[in-house]
């Protein structure tokens, strides 16, 4: 099925699949946008659905049979903190906040949340809207408060420019952020000045666990590519839903349901994956380091 | 106090490139009694022809003062091509139509471009190419001023002398001052007013494609739909300083820059878009006219 990148066509979709060809579950979709749109019918029909890669906390919440395999927006907030915290040992930490965007602010509330609790003091917050180029007065404040580190967690359209504006002001200091930092134009528009920066993300390929070796050399076999973070979660959904269909032994949809709903510690290639009540993976982390050749692992931070 | 000049130097910088674009909305409005919003839309062409020009000829690899001076002057003369253009295939047909319907075809122009912007150049931010990097960094103390705000400001007064000077010393621009008196009355004194505003919108448009590449050097993010809120707020500095007025638009458009920057340095920072509009709300309230509406003799 192809759901022509469109939310309306993903909901036709998952009609056609669970009434025509009568699928045991669904595995999707990858943007949360659509997955929405095709939750509320695998739900009607009690079809278990599990996303590779929806971050957006609603997805989960339309129905109990709405699952999960990656972690949600938030939880990167936290993830951050802690590495602020223990790996960079950061006492100061300044924010500054994309208020335009809904991931941008969860990710900020649970990251001050986490780093008061942890003993970490919050420099200053200062915010831009997404779309802004201009961020030179917010640096200027930043700066004056001294912090050990920046946390800004938005998109790597604005952090390019954030970054490059914080070395001409001399705030030589480390920024932070989450998987919105993930794409080769975050280093294209920050060139030098994003170097030494860190973020949270899904999975890396440097990775040295077998299981994700084996992963990548099988994919590399298989395509010639080495997978990304999204091939590498639906590869995890769809091992949690085989997973789910040994143990209950059979693929009768409640069953199927109670057996997804039960998976604890299931070691899959983006990192070990348990189901909580909510149905959202609660799952490990893996910090990036910026550098002039590219993203570098730095270390794993768990739940 | 060293913060406080911090924010004052980045809002000098700001503020000049808005008045680069202000300057392009005022003399419009001088002479045709018309808000062109399609201005802030050839600021953003301008930046983007300044793209492919620095790529095509590969200035990235090589910076230098005659990369961006030859990058800039390429993107004045492409902007000064689409003003002429604008203006002959929707507001001369227009010319004689009752002012609303010219104001709704600039809106509708502005939104043309914008989308046509994400059709051609796609809709994804482009890194601009460096093509100028005056080395080293000024500071005194913890005051840090980047050489290459400092260049583009620099740049910014030479236009904006460039311009001055054309518009009170040379034929040209006194025929535009006639021209913005009253059209009759100039072409009965045998001045081509048609030839004339046509100069007006490229000579504008050329500011506003300087505009371009000067921003895509200090913000190198540009972007089809990048020249909305620029455009909106150069309006606002335009309208401050007394729309119709040079010297107003830019002591507007610098204004505008500092108070942005302090309000979002001390006080909210989500303020920054809502400061502009507010501002704009006061002088119609207050002053209609702007800072500098009443002296007449000075416009164009």
Redesign the interface.
């Known amino acids: 099925m192809d759901n022509q990148g469109k939310p309306d066509e993903g909901a036709t979709a998952a009609t056609k699949l669970i009434t025509q060809n009568q699928v045991i579950a669904l595995l999707g979709e990858v943007a949360s946008s659509r997955s929405l749109a095709m939750a509320p019918i695998a739900q009607q029909y009690k079809v278990p659905m599990i996303s590779p890669s929806s971050t957006n906390p609603k997805v989960t919440e339309i129905g109990d049979y709405i699952f999960r395999v990656c972690f949600i927006d938030p939880f990167q907030g936290m993830v951050m903190a802690k590495f602020a915290r223990e790996t960079l040992k950061a006492k100061n930490v300044a924010i500054l906040r994309d208020?335009k965007s809904d991931y941008s602010m969860g990710l900020a509330d649970f990251f001050v949340d986490t780093f008061k609790k942890m003993g970490g003091a919050i420099a200053v917050e200062?915010?831009?809207?997404s779309?802004?180029?201009?961020f030179?007065?917010?640096i200027?404040?930043i700066?004056?408060k001294k912090p050990d580190a920046v946390f800004v967690p938005g998109y790597y359209?604005e952090v390019?420019?954030i970054a490059?504006q914080a070395k001409?002001?001399?705030l030589n200091v480390p920024l932070m952020g989450g998987d919105g930092w993930d794409s080769p134009?975050l280093t294209?528009?920050g060139e030098a000045a994003v170097v030494g920066s860190y973020f949270s993300n899904h999975y890396t390929h440097e990775d040295k666990s077998a299981n994700v070796q084996k992963f990548i050399a099988d994919f590399k076999a298989a395509y010639g590519v080495i997978p990304d973070g999204l091939a590498a979660m639906g590869y995890d959904a769809a091992l949690v839903l085989i997973d789910a269909i040994k143990r209950a032994g059979t693929t009768e949809s409640k069953a199927l349901r109670d057996a997804i709903a039960a998976t604890k510690d299931f070691q899959a290639v983006t990192g070990k994956i348990s189901l909580n009540e909510k149905r959202d993976a609660v799952k490990s982390a893996v910090v990036l380091k910026v550098e002039k050749d590219g993203f570098k692992y730095q270390t794993t931070v768990q739940p | 106090m060293l913060?406080f000049i911090?924010?004052l130097v980045?809002?000098l910088s700001?503020g000049s490139i808005y008045a680069l674009i202000a300057l392009g909305y005022t003399m419009v409005f001088g002479i045709l009694q018309l808000i062109n919003f399609a201005h802030g839309e050839v600021y953003m062409i301008g930046a983007f022809i300044g793209y492919y020009f620095a790529r095509w000829i590969g200035f990235n690899q090589d910076p230098s003062l005659w990369a961006l001076l030859s990058t800039l002057s390429v993107s004045m003369i492409g902007c000064a091509l689409i003003g002429f253009l604008i203006e002959r295939l929707a507001y001369r047909p227009l010319r004689k139509s009752p002012r609303i319907n010219i104001l709704i075809t600039a809106v509708g122009v502005s939104l043309f471009l914008q989308f046509s912007g994400q059709l051609v150049f796609g809709s994804?931010?482009k890194?601009f190419p460096q093509v100028f990097q005056p080395s080293g960094?000024w500071?005194i103390g913890?005051l840090?001023i980047?050489p290459l705000q400092v260049s583009v400001f620099v740049i910014s007064l030479v236009l904006m002398a460039i311009l001055q000077f054309v518009i009170f010393r040379t034929r040209l621009g006194r025929a535009m001052r006639a021209v913005s008196f009253s059209h009759d009355h100039a072409s009965l004194m045998g001045i081509p007013t048609n030839k004339i505003i046509s100069a007006t919108f490229m000579l504008g448009s050329a500011l506003a494609g300087a505009g371009g590449v000067l921003?895509g050097l200090v913000?190198?993010?540009i972007e089809p739909?990048?020249g909305t809120?620029p455009g909106l707020k150069a309006f606002v500095a335009a309208v401050l300083g007394g729309i119709g007025n040079v010297t107003g638009a830019v002591v507007g458009a610098l204004f505008l820059g500092l108070a942005?920057?302090?309000?979002?340095?001390?006080w909210a920072?989500?303020f920054?878009?809502a400061l502009a509009f507010a501002i704009l709300i006061l002088v119609l309230l207050f002053k209609p006219t702007g800072l500098f509406g009443t002296n007449r003799t000075e416009k164009v």
Do not use: C
């Not at chain 1, 200062?126 to 809207?129: A, I, N």
């Not at chain 2, 942005?260 to 001390?266: F, K």
């Open positions: 208020v200062q915010s831009y809207s779309g802004d180029v201009d030179k007065a917010q200027t404040a700066r004056a359209t390019g420019l490059r001409e002001l001399s134009k294209e528009i | 913060e911090q924010h980045n809002g700001l994804d931010p890194f960094d500071s913890e840090k980047n921003v913000y190198p993010k739909l990048m809120m942005e920057s302090l309000v979002v340095g001390y920072p989500t920054r878009d």
